[in-house]
């Protein structure tokens, strides 16, 4: 009891000295701690850089057999495409040489052979000669054509001249111009006024215009009937007594284009074209020309494209940015209260 009463009286002063004796310890504490962390941090860093060190000299040695494969095999190829064209080479070589001395022989036997060239120029030579005759000889011809053809103009253009200035031809009475009595002999105009004969107006003709009326047609005036004959003076036709219908009714109908039937005016495949008529209206009738296939899997690999009004310009626009905007900086929950602080 004793000792539980003089524990009693010290234990103020054992709570103090075990509250400043670790007080003491404890800088020391912290400060051994950091100097093992230190210590820990410095030694597996150094494991950590002796062990990449390892790694790059293993993909070191790993590179540069993967490389010096690569190079043998690039060379092996460069070698063998040299190697074909070296051969090619050769051969093309060997193939021009043949068809240098096969060509050669090939001339000097047949192209360039004195003799057939000889005979070959000579025949060229008559045949120039005898094709040039025939043009000359035909140049003449065109020629002598042509004069004679000139000729026979200034002739008609004299003769319809004259034919135009009959009208200055002497008479008994009155001399023309081109007979003046001063002269001895007439001119030559003279001569040519008496063999030509005077020069008569034709009137023209007036070109009625061509009329599809059923009454020329009837009347055989029009140029689709029959050729048309002179006007004849009109007959004063009585009209036959009785019941009777009018002659251009009659001949109206008697005379009617054709009708033709439905079978004969409607094609065969009036069906087809029909059907491709609707099919290309249904087509113009389309928004999306891509059918849709429910009840299958056709549309499970197609990417989803959001409408218009869900997307913006850089990603499409959440359910809940549509009504309410976040801005994380007024929140209030992170906050502590002041009871807490």
Not at 267 to 272: A, F, Q, R, V
């Amino acid at each position: 009891m004793a000792t539980l009463a003089r524990l009693q009286a010290r234990s103020s002063t054992v709570g103090n000295q075990y509250y400043f004796r670790n007080s003491v310890v404890d800088p020391f504490r912290i400060k051994e701690n950091d100097a093992a962390v230190k210590i820990q941090s410095w030694f597996r860093g150094c494991q950590v850089r002796a062990y990449i060190r390892h790694l790059n000299r293993i993909v070191t040695i790993i590179q540069k057999w993967w490389r010096s494969f690569l190079g043998r095999k690039q060379y092996q190829l460069t070698v063998q495409v040299a190697y074909y064209t070296m051969m090619m080479n050769l051969y093309n070589a060997m193939a021009v040489r043949i068809q240098r001395r096969w060509r050669g022989y090939r001339v000097r036997k047949y192209l360039f052979n004195y003799y057939y060239l000889k005979e070959y120029l000579r025949v060229v030579s008559e045949t120039n000669d005898a094709i040039r005759k025939a043009l000359e000889e035909f140049a003449e011809m065109k020629e002598r054509e042509e004069k004679k053809a000139n000729l026979e103009r200034e002739e008609k253009k004299r003769d319809y001249q004259a034919r135009k200035m009959h009208y200055l031809l002497s008479t008994k009475q009155i001399p023309g111009i081109y007979n003046s009595p001063f002269r001895k002999e007439p001119d030559p105009w003279e001569l040519q006024l008496q063999k030509a004969k005077p020069l008569t107006h034709r009137r023209p003709k007036v070109k009625q215009k061509d009329s599809t009326s059923l009454n020329d047609w009837l009347a055989c005036t029009s140029a689709r009937s029959f050729p048309r004959s002179e006007i004849l003076p009109p007959i004063n036709r009585k009209q036959c007594q009785g019941p009777f219908r009018d002659i251009t009714e009659v001949l109206e109908q008697r005379y009617k284009p054709l009708e033709p039937t439905l079978w004969v005016a409607e094609p065969i495949n009036e069906l087809k074209l029909a059907r491709e008529e609707l099919r290309r209206e249904q087509w113009v009738r389309n928004v999306n020309d891509n059918m849709f296939l429910p009840f299958s899997s056709y549309h499970k690999n197609e990417k989803y494209i959001p409408s218009m009004h869900l997307s913006s310009k850089y990603c499409p626009i959440s359910h809940k940015e549509q009504f309410r905007s976040e801005n994380p900086k007024k929140w209030i929950c992170d906050k502590k209260t002041e009871d807490e602080i």
